[in-house]
């Protein structure tokens, strides 16, 4: 039997065969996918968030849906709808794309907020609520969305408590040039990922979940996840700093970081390495930076940056 450790780099050697642009972002949405998240790729079109979503897709032996959210989409269109049936007079609940193991909501910014809080019950329990009755989704379950700039023409930002339920939001930036002429050469969004297999079946993701969860947390790593909790929560710069619901996200992607890793232990460096990504979209500033695009994003990231080299590390 393949060690699990070995199983994750060999699913993150499929994604890069054909995504070809930052691997860190590989390693994010890796990260995500173990530590049960769902993962926000912001970026400007065309360098590559729909591939690297298909690849992790396709890199798994396990159900996938492509949602393109538009302005006219309607919540019933995602979660599905009830129709009656004359042969057996009852109503009859028809799944929408959402029921699948690995759901790519595409631009998700640009539908309106109506239709984006649809996916809310999903993303935070595993289920889907239709007239009145509630359907699981299967297991493992994860939603991949990409979204435009905000400053793009045409978008919605998305409520706060959309963002909240998504373990990272990160982008993706351009590829170098020797990545870049690689693309070129290998137009991996024509061939390439076409040819991908799976590598990994669901079981395997769920044992490799499990696994995350026994990662062993020292308490000073814990105590330092909450002090700096707490900085956020007391700087004079931020408006809303990281709930505990935050300060979970943080520490559960440190566990999946660490396995990413080929560890069963967590080091502060697996801390550090989330802060941005884990942190940066559930808090706000004076100005309501961290909610919009990535101007305000780089505002905020500044401030935590202050804020962790406030706090001695446990190293």
């Given at each position: ?217 020292d308490r000073s790593l814990v105590d330092y ?91």
């Open positions: 039997m393949m060690d699990p450790y070995a199983k994750v780099g060999r699913l993150r050697e499929n994604i890069t065969r054909v995504y070809l642009g930052n691997p860190e972002a590989a390693d994010r949405l890796i990260c995500c996918l173990l530590a049960r998240g769902h993962a926000l790729v912001e970026d400007v079109p065309g360098v590559g968030k729909t591939v690297l979503a298909h690849a992790l897709a396709r890199s798994i032996d396990c159900t996938f849906s492509r949602i393109q959210l538009t302005p006219d989409l309607l919540p019933a269109d995602i979660l599905g709808v009830s129709v009656f049936s004359r042969e057996t007079q009852t109503f009859q609940f028809n799944k929408g794309p959402l029921f699948a193991n690995i759901v790519l909501a595409d631009e998700i910014n640009r539908t309106p907020p109506r239709t984006q809080t649809a996916l809310l019950e999903a993303m935070s329990e595993s289920s889907v609520t239709v007239d009145g009755r509630t359907h699981q989704l299967e297991q493992p379950f994860m939603v991949v969305a990409t979204q435009n700039p905000s400053e793009f023409e045409g978008t919605y930002p998305l409520p706060e408590n959309q963002l909240d339920r998504f373990l990272m939001r990160f982008s993706l930036g351009y590829p170098s040039a020797e990545d870049e002429a690689r693309i070129l050469n290998v137009r991996p969004a024509e061939h390439a990922l076409r040819d991908l297999t799976p590598v990994m079946t669901a079981a395997e993701v769920l044992e490799l979940q499990r696994l995350v969860d026994g990662v062993r947390l996840i909450i002090a700096l909790a707490n900085a956020t929560r007391a700087s004079p710069d931020l408006r809303l700093g990281l709930s505990p619901r935050g300060s979970l996200a943080l520490a559960q992607a440190t566990r999946a970081t660490a396995v990413l890793r080929g560890r069963d232990y967590a080091v502060p460096e697996d801390v550090l390495w989330n802060v941005s990504s884990v942190c940066a979209h559930r808090i706000i500033g004076l100005g309501g930076a961290g909610i919009g695009g990535a101007e305000a994003m780089r505002q905020v990231g500044a401030i935590l940056t202050r804020l962790l080299d406030s706090i001695p590390s446990p190293a």
